[in-house]
Antibody, heavy 122, light 107 residues
Framework: EVQLVETGGGLIQPGGSLRLSCAAS????????MNWVRQAPGKGPEWVSV???????YYVDSVKGRFTISRDNSKNTLYLQMNSLRVEDTAVYYC????????????????WGQGTLVTVSS | DIQMTQSPSSLSASVGDRVTITCRAS??????LAWYQQKPGKVPKLLIY???TLQSGVPSRFSGSGSGTDFTLTISSLQPEDVATYYC?????????FGQGTKVEIK
């Protein structure tokens, strides 16, 4: 059974840093493309970042240069290092496994963790 | 970036009704379109991808159609457990963006 468990959220002041973790079970993180998706209170989801099996990474423009996605293959765990946090980064952060489909394309999220809340406030 | 616009933003229908939600992309995205269901206080759940392919385990009363810029999610017979917010999402190329959501309630 696929499971994703996020940890590391909390209350942080603007300009601060946090590292989120996502422990995966039931599949191998390094063999899949893995994502972080966030959802601000009362808003729709927003894709944040992806790491592909080959190690390539991509980010939404609003977090480029501030957030870094990575993984530890030995721990089967995904990470999101968040620096220079802003009030507008306040959201529940989900890790999500990517679905590979025959028709092509990536960016479909078939399994989601329960999320971890990040609150950026002074 | 391509914008995804859903309509209506909310709707109220009776149990057994046919419900249709529309999603429009600001540019063509072929069939790279997914639909998610998010029940109150829960995590988003994948319903449909490639515009019309039902994810495993999703009830057959859900269906999707469309290509290019105009897409539709249909619930053929609304059930009480379908109360949720539904989001479309394009994945032709990054950034992968979601619509603003359609809240479905029971009348």
């Amino acid at each position: 059974e696929v499971q994703l468990v996020e940890t590391g959220g909390g209350l942080i002041q603007p300009g601060g840093s946090l590292r989120l973790s996502c422990a995966a079970s039931g599949f191998t993180v390094s063999s899949n493309y893995m994502n972080w998706v966030r959802q601000a209170p009362g808003k729709g989801p927003e894709w944040v970042s992806v790491i592909y099996s080959g190690g390539e990474t991509y980010y939404v423009d609003s977090v480029k240069g501030r957030f870094t996605i990575s993984r530890d293959n030995s721990k089967n765990t995904l990470y999101l290092q968040m620096n220079s946090l802003r009030v507008e980064d306040t959201a529940v952060y989900y890790c999500a496994k990517g679905l590979v489909v025959v028709a092509g394309g990536s960016g479909i999220f078939d399994y989601w963790g329960q999320g971890t809340l990040v609150t950026v406030s002074s | 970036d391509i914008q995804m616009t859903q309509s209506p933003s909310s709707l109220s229908a009776s149990v057994g009704d046919r419900v249709t939600i529309t999603c429009r992309a600001s540019q063509g995205i072929s069939s790279f379109l997914a639909w998610y269901q998010q029940k109150p206080g829960k995590v988003p759940k994948l319903l449909i991808y490639t515009a019309s392919t039902l994810q495993s385990g999703v009830p057959s009363r859900f269906s999707g159609s469309g290509s290019g810029t105009d897409f539709t999610l249909t619930i053929s017979s609304l059930q009480p457990e379908d109360v949720a917010t539904y989001y479309c999402q394009k994945y032709d190329r990054a950034p992968w963006t979601f619509g603003q959501g359609t809240k479905v309630e029971i009348k």
